[in-house]
C-alpha cells in the first residue's frame, strides 16, 4: 500500500516562530488533507488539497502531486498551534484515507 | 453543535462486556467510516459504509462489527471488549455525489475507549 511520511517527527518552537512541515507519499493520490489533533484528541480539518496552494489566516499548504509531497506552513505560531499535524491521503478510486504518523509540535512562550 | 456527534465520549469497561459506540451526522452524507487511534499513530479504518444497505470492512474489522440504521447514524459494537481494543475512536463523514473517489473527511469529536 501507499506509504505516508512526515518530518520532522517532533518540533519546538517559540511563540511567533514560522515553520514548515512535509507530507511525502510514495504513490499517486487524488484526495489529501492535513488535520491538526489538539491535546484534547480532537481531528479539525485543516485544508482538502489534493493539488495546488490554499491559505487560511496562519496556514498555508501547498501540494505538489507530480512530485508526491505536500507541505503545510505555519506563520506566527501560537500556543494553540500545539499538537500532532497529520497528513493523509487517498489513491485511485479505494475509501481508505491513509494516515500518515504526524508531526508533533509544541509551541512555548 | 457538532455536525458528526459521537457518544459516549469516554468510556473505561471490563474485558468481556459488549460496548457500542454510536455515531451520528447532519451533514446529509451518504458516506460514514469508522476509525481507529491508537497511541502515537495515526488512524486505521475499521469499517465503512456508502449508503444503509452497503457495509464494508477496513483494514482491522475484526473483533467489531457495524450498523447502518439510517442514513444519518453509523454504531460501531465490539461484542467482547478485550484490553487490546483500548484506544480513541473516530467517526467520520465525506460526500458522495456519484464520483470516485470519495472528497473530503469530516471527523467526529471522537471516543475514548478503556478496556480493563
Known amino acids: 500500500g501507499i506509504q505516508v511520511e512526515q518530518s520532522p517527527p517532533d518540533l519546538i518552537l517559540q511563540e511567533g516562530a514560522n515553520s514548515t512541515l512535509r507530507c511525502n507519499f510514495s504513490d499517486s493520490v487524488n484526495n489529501l488533507q492535513w488535520f491538526h489533533q489538539n491535546p484534547w484528541g480532537q481531528l479539525i480539518n485543516l485544508f482538502y488539497?489534493?493539488?495546488g496552494t490554499k491559505q487560511n489566516g496562519r496556514l498555508s499548504a501547498t501540494t505538489v502531486a507530480t512530485e508526491r509531497y505536500s507541505l503545510l506552513y505555519i506563520s506566527s505560531s501560537q500556543t494553540t498551534d500545539s499538537g500532532v499535524y497529520f497528513c493523509?491521503?487517498?489513491?485511485?478510486?479505494?475509501?481508505?484515507?491513509?494516515f500518515g504518523t504526524g508531526t508533533q509540535l509544541k509551541v512555548e512562550l | 453543535d457538532a455536525d458528526v456527534t459521537q457518544t459516549p465520549r469516554n468510556r473505561i469497561t471490563k474485558t468481556g462486556k459488549r460496548i457500542m459506540l454510536e455515531c451520528s451526522q447532519t451533514k446529509g452524507h451518504d458516506r460514514m467510516y469508522w476509525y481507529r487511534q491508537d497511541p502515537g499513530l495515526g488512524l486505521q479504518l475499521i469499517y465503512y459504509?456508502?449508503?444503509?444497505?452497503?457495509?464494508n470492512k477496513g483494514e482491522i474489522s475484526d473483533g467489531y462489527s457495524v450498523s447502518r440504521q439510517a442514513q444519518a447514524k453509523f454504531s460501531l459494537s465490539l461484542e467482547s471488549a478485550i484490553p487490546n481494543q483500548t484506544a480513541l475512536y473516530f467517526c467520520?463523514?465525506?460526500?458522495?455525489?456519484?464520483?470516485?473517489?470519495?472528497?473530503?473527511?469530516?471527523f467526529g469529536e471522537g471516543s475514548r475507549l478503556t478496556v480493563l
Open positions: 488539497i489534493p493539488s
Open positions: 467520520a463523514t465525506s460526500e458522495s455525489d456519484g464520483r470516485l473517489p470519495p472528497g473530503e473527511l469530516f
Open positions: 493523509a491521503v487517498r489513491t485511485g478510486g479505494g475509501n481508505k484515507l491513509t
Open positions: 459504509s456508502f449508503d444503509v444497505k452497503d457495509i
